[in-house]
């Protein structure tokens, strides 16, 4: 069977026995509502759900940029000084012992009622996978790899970008992947504070009317934005170490 058969048998029959549960059980639609009256809210405010899912993607996709930005050189100042790795590891780990959205309205008021603010949330939830995969995946390197470098008289570059680095790929990957889920958990969480617009929003606002039928249409939304960009990173993860064997192993199975 091709690749896009399995997800696809699945999803249909998931759609089949919602309805069949609607439908035999009478469930009310402000409730469960049926396929149908989701599609029917699809239909009649495609519109908003397409401009507010764009906001949020943007949300999504800037916090997630932001993540790697400040998560990949965080890692490499915990992997190379045993000072960084002690002083910020217990405070990286502090930050995430509590929810993001009571920190929220405090964001609300430094940034102000803008994307900056969703954004900088979303950054918050998703960062912290980035880090930690970074860190596991720079300190993977065997020993006697490194000493035999070292022989070699390597700069500090040179066994970055030679051993450290390619070892971490695989790590870091997986904690991007990861990150792009939560990433777009940080968005909706972040538009649930002081937002007029974007998926969250929509979905505080449809929840307060009882429309049922558009709080799945929303969630439905937020399914798909998070199943693209996680296969975007998957499919530059493809690009970016076709070498390793999880890679290798897919282009072997595929084959079969």
């Known amino acids: 069977m091709p690749n896009w058969f399995y997800p696809t048998a699945t999803v249909i029959a998931l759609v089949a026995l919602w309805q069949a549960v609607v439908s035999v059980f009478a469930i009310p639609a402000y409730l469960i509502p049926s396929p149908g009256a989701v599609s029917d809210?699809?239909?009649?405010?495609?519109?908003?759900?397409?401009?507010?899912?764009?906001?949020?993607?943007?949300?999504?996709i800037g916090g997630f940029i932001l993540s790697i930005a400040v998560g990949v050189p965080l890692a490499?100042?915990?992997?190379?000084?045993?000072?960084?790795?002690?002083?910020?590891?217990?405070?990286?780990?502090?930050?995430?012992?509590?929810?993001?959205?009571?920190?929220?309205?405090?964001?609300?008021?430094?940034f102000g009622i803008n994307t900056t603010t969703w954004m900088f949330v979303s950054f918050l939830v998703a960062f912290f996978p980035v880090v930690i995969a970074g860190v596991a995946g720079m300190r993977a390197v065997e020993t006697e790899t490194m000493e035999l470098i070292r022989s070699m008289r390597a700069s500090p570059w040179q066994i970055f970008f030679?051993?450290?680095?390619?070892?971490?790929?695989?790590?870091?990957?997986?904690?991007?992947?990861?990150?792009?889920?939560?990433?777009?958990?940080?968005a909706v969480v972040g538009e649930?504070?002081?937002?007029?617009?974007?998926?969250?929003?929509?979905?505080?606002?449809?929840?307060?009317?009882?429309?049922?039928?558009?709080?799945?249409?929303?969630?439905?939304?937020?399914?798909?934005?998070?199943?693209?960009?996680?296969?975007?990173?998957?499919?530059?993860?493809?690009?970016?170490?076709?070498?390793?064997?999880?890679?290798?192993?897919e282009g072997v199975r595929a084959t079969m």
Do not use: C
């Open 76 to 110: 490499m100042a915990i992997v190379s000084s045993r000072a960084v790795d002690q002083a910020v590891m217990p405070l990286l780990v502090l930050s995430q012992t509590f929810p993001k959205v009571a920190i929220a309205p405090l964001l609300l008021i430094w």
């Open 41 to 60: 809210q699809f239909a009649a405010q495609w519109r908003l759900l397409a401009r507010d899912a764009g906001i949020t993607s943007f949300e999504t």
């Open 162 to 186: 030679k051993v450290r680095l390619p070892t971490a790929l695989p790590h870091f990957f997986a904690g991007l992947k990861v990150a792009i889920a939560f990433a777009v958990v940080g």
């Open 192 to 249: 649930w504070v002081g937002a007029d617009r974007g998926l969250g929003h929509l979905l505080l606002w449809a929840n307060a009317n009882l429309d049922t039928p558009m709080v799945f249409a929303v969630l439905i939304v937020l399914m798909a934005i998070g199943v693209v960009l996680y296969y975007a990173v998957v499919w530059l993860e493809r690009l970016a170490i076709p070498w390793h064997v999880s890679i290798r192993g």
